[in-house]
Structures are given as structure tokens and as C-alpha cells.
């Protein structure tokens, strides 16, 4: 069905294959290398400490790793929005990710005290689903994170002057989350007890 199969050379009778036959292995090793690929990949990934939330991938022998013994602290500011109300929040992704960066470097948890504060158009996120679900028609894409962040021993703020700015109801804030005076008190308080500021 691919025409000739093979041919025999005159002067030493070598066999040939045809152009057929030759096609037909590319397209086979083309095919092949995708599904690779995609197993590599998947394996690649890990979530040692916020499963389904910030994937890492490990570099055993990569420069900046943080080391075991000693105590970190990272204070977080989150105030952009996601792309749309049923994606979850990248700042969110963020602290997740530097908790799984952390545990597969070996940092126990309980050497690692992070905070973050939530102001600004990211500020519907802190909603409960029943209010979330009044605004945007569904369930709040972050409520698993923002748990998961919780249990993991991340101390959660949102600004109540944005709250106010917003004309969100502190009672419709998830329970999961402190409220605090402002955003501007929360980043000079920790700043000033040694927290490292990442901005998203």
C-alpha cells in the first residue's frame, strides 16, 4: 500500500526501503514524543505541602535554595484580581507555591510564619460563597485555597477600608480570613517585626 518496498541494489544486492515505509516511521516518532512529553511533564510537578494549589518543580542543584535551619518569615501583598471571578486569585497561587517551594527544600512548617493581606480589586475574594455566589452567579474559586492556606498555618487579612470602599458586609467575609484596620497597617506592622514583602 506504500508502493515498492524495498529494492535490491545492483552492485552489492543491499536491500533499500521505500519511501513509504520511510514516511511511515517518521509519522510513528512523531506521534510517539507528544505522549512523552506530557508523562514527563506530569511527573515534573510536585505539591509537597498545598496539594492542587502552586505546583513546583524540583532543581536539586539549584542556587537560592532555602535552607533548613532557620526561621523564615514572608508577609504577602495581594491586590490584583484574577483574569475572571471563576479563576482562583494568582496572589493566592503565590503563597501556596512558596509554601511547597519551602517544604521540598526541607524548611519544617513550623520554621516558616507567613501572613498576607488582601486590599484592592483583589478584595472579592475574601467573600464567603453564599455572598460571592450574589455577585458572581457561583461559588468562590478561592474558598479551597484560602482553607488550605488556613490549616497550613498562613494568618489571613483583609483591609477594612477596602471592605468599606467595596460595600462588602464584614459578616459576609469568610471566616477563615482576620479582618484588619487597613492594608497600610498590616505592611508597616509586619515589616517591621522582620517579615520579607513579596507584592504580587
Same mark, same amino acid.
Given at each position: 500500500m506504500f508502493g515498492k518496498t524495498l529494492k535490491l541494489n545492483k552492485p552489492g544486492g543491499l536491500m533499500r526501503l521505500s519511501y513509504g515505509v520511510g514516511i511511515l516511521t517518521l509519522a510513528l516518532s512523531g506521534c510517539a514524543q507528544p505522549a512523552l512529553s506530557a508523562v514527563q511533564e506530569r511527573d515534573a510537578w510536585q505539591y509537597p505541602a498545598? +496539594?492542587?494549589?502552586?505546583k513546583v518543580r524540583s532543581y536539586p542543584n539549584a542556587a537560592a535554595r532555602p535552607v533548613p535551619d532557620r526561621d523564615y518569615r514572608v508577609l504577602f501583598d495581594i491586590t490584583k484580581a484574577a483574569g475572571t471571578p471563576d479563576k482562583v486569585n494568582p496572589g493566592l497561587d503565590h503563597v501556596?507555591?512558596?509554601l511547597n517551594l519551602f517544604a521540598l527544600s526541607g524548611v519544617p512548617a513550623e520554621s516558616l510564619k507567613i501572613a498576607l493581606v488582601i486590599h484592592g480589586p483583589a478584595t472579592p475574594? &475574601? %467573600?464567603a460563597d453564599e455572598r460571592y455566589r450574589k455577585l458572581h452567579g457561583s461559588d468562590n474559586p478561592n474558598t479551597e485555597l484560602i482553607g488550605l492556606l488556613k490549616r497550613a498555618g498562613v494568618t489571613l487579612y483583609i483591609c477594612g477600608q477596602? %471592605?468599606?470602599?467595596k460595600g462588602?458586609? +464584614?459578616a459576609g467575609v469568610n471566616p477563615a480570613i482576620t479582618l484588619a484596620l487597613s492594608a497600610l497597617t &498590616? %505592611? +508597616?506592622?509586619?515589616? %517591621?517585626d522582620g517579615y520579607a514583602l513579596i507584592p504580587d
Open positions: 498545598i +496539594p492542587a494549589y502552586g501556596a507555591r512558596l475574594i &475574601v %467573600l477596602a %471592605l468599606a470602599e462588602f458586609d +464584614p &498590616v %505592611l +508597616p506592622i509586619y515589616q %517591621l
